[in-house]
T-cell receptor
Framework: KNEVEQSPQNLTAQEGEFITINCSYSVGISALHWLQQHPGGGIVSLFMLSSGKKKHGRLIATINIQEKHSSLHITASHPRDSAVYICAVQTSGSRLTFGEGTQLTVNP | NAGVTQTPKFQVLKTGQSMTLQCAQDMNHNSMYWYRQDPGMGLRLIYYSASEGTTDKGEVPNGYNVSRLNKREFSLRLESAAPSQTSVYFC????????FGNGTRLTVT
């Protein structure tokens, strides 16, 4: 079993829908990262969380440390949100372990 | 612009050839990383460096060496390339949060 599991692997939505991507992990962590990888391959950091909730524009990330679970929500989804969303957990020191990613496609 | 600069963008090698992937960041970050990304497997850590002068193995270090000569630069060397090393390689640095280079697409024939 991977240390970091994401679901779903693939997600197709219609423009305007509310989207949730989930990340579960099995190890103790110091922080959790959400990343976005564009179709061209570039990777951008969206959030880093150690507790609670963060919001940036239409994106919201939450984490429940006791449950070892995090969610990434996208409100009022748009075709430009189409990308791969990756969860990564930070364990001892600087070490990071990544989930396999969720491919999101938002259709107009 | 501030960020992580990774070179080259593309490289084709023959089995047994060697090469070095270069990575530099100008954000004064302590931590730097090398990852490879393969279809269906996500990003896997090859090596990381928590600070200048230190390096540690990640999940898939075999066949690679790294060098953190100074705070800015973290290079990845393939001494004798193998077809299994065909992949997309990403360098990253972290204060945090994470900043990624644009990737190197390496093909070993």
């Amino acid at each position: 079993k991977n240390e970091v599991e994401q679901s779903p692997q693939n997600l197709t939505a219609q423009e305007g829908e509310f989207i949730t991507i989930n990340c579960s992990y099995s190890v103790g962590i110091s922080a959790l990262h959400w990343l976005q990888q564009h179709p061209g391959g570039g990777i951008v950091s969206l959030f880093m969380l150690s507790s609670g909730k963060k919001k940036h524009g239409r994106l919201i990330a939450t984490i429940n440390i006791q449950e070892k679970h995090s969610s990434l929500h996208i409100t009022a989804s748009h075709p430009r949100d189409s990308a791969v969303y990756i969860c990564a957990v930070q364990t001892s020191g600087s070490r990071l372990t990544f989930g396999e990613g969720t491919q999101l496609t938002v259709n107009p | 612009n501030a960020g992580v600069t990774q070179t080259p963008k593309f490289q084709v090698l023959k089995t047994g050839q060697s090469m070095t992937l270069q990575c530099a960041q100008d954000m004064n970050h302590n931590s730097m990383y090398w990852y490879r990304q393969d279809p269906g497997m996500g990003l896997r850590l090859i090596y990381y460096s928590a600070s200048e002068g230190t390096t540690d193995k990640g999940e898939v270090p075999n066949g690679y060496n790294v060098s953190r000569l100074n705070k800015r630069e973290f290079s990845l060397r393939l001494e004798s390339a193998a077809p299994s090393q065909t992949s997309v390689y990403f360098c990253a640095s972290s204060y945090p949060p994470l900043h990624f280079g644009n990737g190197t697409r390496l093909t070993v024939t």
